[in-house]
C-alpha cells in the first residue's frame, strides 16, 4: 500500500504511536508521520505509506494552520495545560480586542523563537525534554519562524476575569511552536500564559475536514 493517509490524530497519543497503530492496522511495513504533533494536540497528522516515504522530507516544510486557545492569569512548566503552575497574576483589569489585536500584529512576521525545555529539540545528543524532567537547565538555540498570519477568533469586544482565555487562528512557518507564541502574548500584554487547547487544522495542501479517524481506518481495514 503506497500513498499518504491523512489522519485526524487524537489527543493522548504521540505521533509515533498513531504511526504505529496505522502500521498495525493496514499491514503496511514502512509508515512515516510528516511533522510532529504534541500527544495534547489533535488535528492533520499526514502520514507517508509505503513507497511515499520517499516524499516525506518535502511535506515537512510546509506551513501550518492550527487553531487553539491562551489563557492569561497562569504560566506553566510545559508553556501548556498539561504543566505545573510556575507564575501566577490575576488578571486585574479587562481586555480589550483591540489590545489582543495589537499584540498580534506585532507578532506577525519573522521572529526568533526559544524552543521550550519540554520538546523534542536536541542539545548535547538529547531531547530537551529529557534534561526537564532531570531538573537540569541547558541553554537552548534560538530559532527563526514566521508568523504569517495571527488572528482573533472570539467575536467579544473586551475580555474579564481572574484569569481570561480566548481563541486564535495562526498560519506558521514548520519549527514554530504555538506553546511558545501563547506565552509571548501574554507577555506582550502584561500576564503570565499558556496555550490551553491547540488543533491542527491544516498542514501544507491537507486539511481538517479531508482526515479520517482511526475508526474509520479500522472499518476500511476490517
Known amino acids: 500500500m503506497d500513498g499518504v ?27 512515516g508521520h510528516t511533522g510532529t504533533l504534541d500527544p495534547n494536540v489533535s488535528g492533520v497528522l499526514p502520514i507517508c505509506l509505503g513507497k511515499a516515504t520517499r516524499i516525506a522530507e518535502f511535506l515537512t516544510g510546509t506551513r501550518k494552520t492550527y487553531e487553539g486557545k491562551v ?25 480589550a480586542r483591540a489590545e489582543i489585536e495589537a499584540v498580534f500584529d506585532s507578532l506577525t512576521g519573522e521572529m526568533e523563537q526559544t524552543p521550550p525545555m519540554y520538546s523534542a529539540v ?9 534534561y526537564a524532567r532531570a531538573g537540569i537547565e541547558v541553554e537552548r538555540p534560538t530559532r527563526r519562524v514566521t508568523i504569517y498570519e495571527l ?11 481572574e484569569t481570561v482565555s480566548f481563541r486564535f487562528r495562526v498560519t506558521c512557518s514548520k519549527g514554530t511552536y ?13 500576564y503570565p500564559a499558556h496555550m ?27
Open 5 to 31: 493517509l491523512l489522519l485526524n490524530k487524537p489527543k493522548g497519543m504521540t505521533s509515533h504511536d498513531c504511526v504505529a497503530k496505522v502500521r498495525r492496522l493496514l499491514g503496511v511495513k514502512k509508515a
Open 71 to 95: 489563557t492569561l492569569g497562569a504560566a506553566t512548566t510545559t508553556e501548556d495545560a498539561d504543566g505545573d503552575i510556575i507564575a501566577a497574576r490575576p488578571v486585574d483589569r479587562p481586555i
Open 122 to 130: 536536541k542539545v548535547g545528543g538529547k531531547k530537551l525534554y529529557e
Open 151 to 161: 488572528e482573533l477568533l472570539d467575536e467579544r469586544e473586551q475580555f474579564f476575569g
Open 178 to 190: 504555538v506553546r511558545t507564541l501563547s506565552v509571548m502574548i501574554g507577555e506582550r500584554l502584561g
Open 196 to 222: 490551553s487547547d491547540l488543533i491542527r487544522t491544516a498542514s501544507g495542501p491537507f486539511r481538517l475536514e479531508d482526515c479520517v479517524t482511526f475508526e474509520d481506518v479500522e472499518r476500511r481495514a476490517a
